[in-house]
């Protein structure tokens, strides 16, 4: 069983920066593919990253392109989302997630079976 514990979320204007963290109990983000997921109020969950197992192959949603940025520490066994350039429709709560028994990323959050418990983003206009 692998736990996962985000941190990093929080009050920020428009515009601002914010880095998640995403800390695993057991190595983890060296073997299987991992991801960011977000779900705002009355919304269904949404993919927003995810990262190969070796790192080489990244996939953002359309709405973060350019502006998000996934990335691990796999010494660590920590996964990061920097996040610039936010607007207030990021607000969302944001979940990490890993697979299990796969390296390959996929956008579909039934395919991931490990979740963190989230962590609250709010952006201000």
């Known amino acids: 069983q692998v736990q996962l514990v985000e941190s990093g979320g929080g009050l920020v204007q428009a515009g601002g920066s914010l880095r998640l963290s995403c800390a695993a109990s057991?190595?983890?983000?060296?073997?299987?593919?991992v991801g960011w997921f977000r779900q705002a109020p009355g919304k269904e969950r949404e993919f927003v990253a995810t990262?190969?197992?070796?790192?080489?192959?990244?996939y953002y949603a359309d709405s973060v392109k350019g502006r998000f940025t996934i990335s691990k520490d796999n010494a660590k066994n920590t996964m990061y989302l920097q996040m610039n350039s936010l607007k207030p429709e990021d607000t969302s709560v944001y979940f990490c997630?890993?697979?299990?028994?796969?390296?390959?990323?996929?956008?579909?959050?039934?395919?991931?079976?490990?979740w963190g418990q989230g962590t609250q983003v709010t952006v201000s206009s």
């Open positions: 997630a890993a697979r299990a028994n796969s390296g390959v990323v996929s956008y579909f959050s039934h395919d991931y079976a490990y």
């Open positions: 057991k190595r983890t983000f060296s073997t299987y593919a």
């Open positions: 990262i190969s197992w070796s790192g080489v192959n990244t």
